[in-house]
């Protein structure tokens, strides 16, 4: 079971951490993603981390900007945004990846248990 905290308003240029919670078992989990969503658009992939190398994965508009991280000790991924932007808001959901296709960080293919994701919006 996973589930997300950390979502708010803020103004833009400000600054967010989401936290995403686990839960059971996830020691064959091989990586949590995290997912937006916008009003009347598709979800989209915003960035993944491999639990056991640490490697990361970004989408092209957080690359640089966004930084995902994995504390093994309570068993939480977090999502550190900086210089947010109108752009960024939407809900924000975080998943486990559940078949090899996860690495295209598509929120179609490869993921699975959902969180009930949290609110980032981004507004002056």
């Known amino acids: 079971q996973l589930v997300e905290s950390g979502g708010d308003l803020v103004q833009p240029g400000g600054f967010l951490r989401l936290s995403c919670a686990a839960s059971?078992?996830?020691?064959?989990?091989?990586?949590i993603g995290w997912f937006r969503q916008a009003p009347g658009k598709e979800r989209e992939g915003v960035a993944s981390?491999?639990?056991?190398?640490?490697?990361?994965r970004y989408a092209v508009p957080v690359t640089g900007r966004f930084v995902i991280s994995w504390d093994n000790a309570k068993n939480t991924v977090s999502l550190q945004m900086p210089a947010l932007k109108s752009e960024d808001s939407g809900v924000y959901s975080c998943?486990?990846?559940?078949?090899?296709?996860?690495?295209?960080?598509?929120?179609?293919?490869?993921?699975?248990?959902w969180g009930q994701g949290t609110q980032v919006t981004v507004s002056s």
């Open positions: 998943a486990a990846a559940v078949s090899p296709t996860w690495r295209a960080l598509s929120p179609k293919m490869g993921w699975g248990s």
């Open positions: 059971g078992d996830i020691e064959d989990v091989p990586a």
């Open positions: 981390i491999e639990l056991h190398s640490g490697a990361t």
